[in-house]
Nanobody
Framework: VQLQASGGGLVQAGGSLRLSCAAS????????MAWFRQAPGKEREFVAA????????YYVDSVKGRFAISRDNAKNTVYLQMNSLKPEDTAVYYC??????????????????WGQGTLVTVSS
């Protein structure tokens, strides 16, 4: 499956963005999905994860209450709604797919398919 992330851009602190991750060449409903981010000079960081049926959702503590992950399996798309953005949220955001029951949700090495990344820049 190929993943295409979009929706990044430049926004002022306190603003909002909605990222999308569209899948092609496969059915997204077969995968647990996640968003990671990587800031310049830093390691890739887990942001949020959602199970195949959207029953189970996880967030890193720094985005709880501000970000919301969701999915529409009929549209083969996963979303990340980002509100109250902060300058420290600036990073390239990647969507990723993990096969059912494999790996640990917050570890990048658990994911088998990755999108190309979309840049989010939050100005102060």
């Amino acid at each position: 499956v190929q993943l295409q992330a979009s929706g990044g851009g430049l926004v002022q602190a306190g603003g909002s963005l909605r990222l999308s991750c569209a899948a092609s060449g496969g059915t997204l409903s077969s995968y647990n999905m996640a968003w990671f981010r990587q800031a310049p000079g830093k390691e890739r960081e887990f942001v949020a994860a959602i199970s195949r049926s959207a029953i189970t959702i996880y967030y890193v503590d720094s985005v709880k209450g501000r970000f919301a992950i969701s999915r529409d399996n009929a549209k083969n798309t996963v979303y990340l709604q980002m509100n109250s953005l902060k300058p420290e949220d600036t990073a390239v955001y990647y969507c990723a797919a993990r096969t059912y029951n494999s790996g640990i949700y917050y570890l990048p090495q658990s994911y088998v398919h990755w999108g190309q990344g979309t840049l989010v820049t939050v100005s102060s």
